[in-house]
């Protein structure tokens, strides 16, 4: 009898069992295995003998081709990074009505387009496997990948923080996660240095700003 495979698609292995070690297996194609790969739609008849007894068994093997696909247009930032995922699986007769995401960092759906949060830095690889309504799988073979980064903190310090007109006023990046800098010294100049010295030429109180870039 047929064993435990209740898929009959194309390109499934279908094993028979046959209750012992012993028996042989001889399929209308000639083929004596018996775990047999299908790789073509059709009827397939498979002639079991053990201990002189001999059983027949048949196999209907659909013509349904399943191909998982997916899409996310968001696959690099910084975190947190909300993706949305599409399916763009395909089947070339009946239907798909079964999704099954993981989205690499433990998180997984079973939603046709979901979408998820990725909150460590980190690289994740993403698959998808469908189901057919007739039972017919496949998966995209993990190859996707998001990629997320650490956040940059800006942060400064000054010296000396107080002075007079033309006084040189030293600026010391402090930050983390940054790699280019953006200096706003509230009177007009601005600087993309990483620790620049700037000259203050009236007198008054001045709020610099820092923006960091990861």
């Known amino acids: 009898e047929l064993g435990n495979d209740t898929t009959k698609c194309e390109g499934d292995t279908v094993l ?53 696909s997916l899409f996310t247009p968001d696959t690099a930032s910084c975190v947190p990074l909300t993706s949305n ?6 089947v070339n007769s009946g239907s798909i009505t079964g ?44 190859n996707s990948y998001i990629e997320t980064y ?3 903190v800006a942060d400064f310090s000054i010296t000396p923080s107080y002075g007079i007109p033309r006084d040189l006023i030293s600026f010391s990046d402090l930050s983390t996660n940054s790699v280019a800098w953006k200096w706003y010294f509230d009177d007009g100049d601005s600087s993309t240095l990483q620790n620049p010295i700037h000259t203050y030429l009236d007198e008054g109180n001045f709020s610099v700003t820092l923006i960091a870039t990861s």
């Open 85 to 90: 995922f599409a399916d763009l699986s395909s």
């Open 99 to 142: 999704w099954n995401w993981n989205f690499g960092d433990g998180n997984t759906s079973i939603l046709q387009n979901p979408t998820n949060t990725y909150l460590v830095p980190s690289t994740y690889t993403v698959s998808l496997t469908v189901t057919s309504d007739l039972g017919c799988t496949d998966d995209t073979g993990l």
């Open 16 to 68: 028979i069992d046959a209750g012992n070690t012993g028996a042989k297996f001889l399929w209308n194609d000639g083929d004596t295995n018996q775990l047999k790969k299908i790789v073509s739609p059709g009827t397939y008849r498979v002639e079991i003998s053990s201990n002189g007894c001999t059983e027949y068994d048949t196999i209907i093997i659909y013509d349904q081709v399943v191909t998982a």
């Open 150 to 152: 650490a956040l940059p």
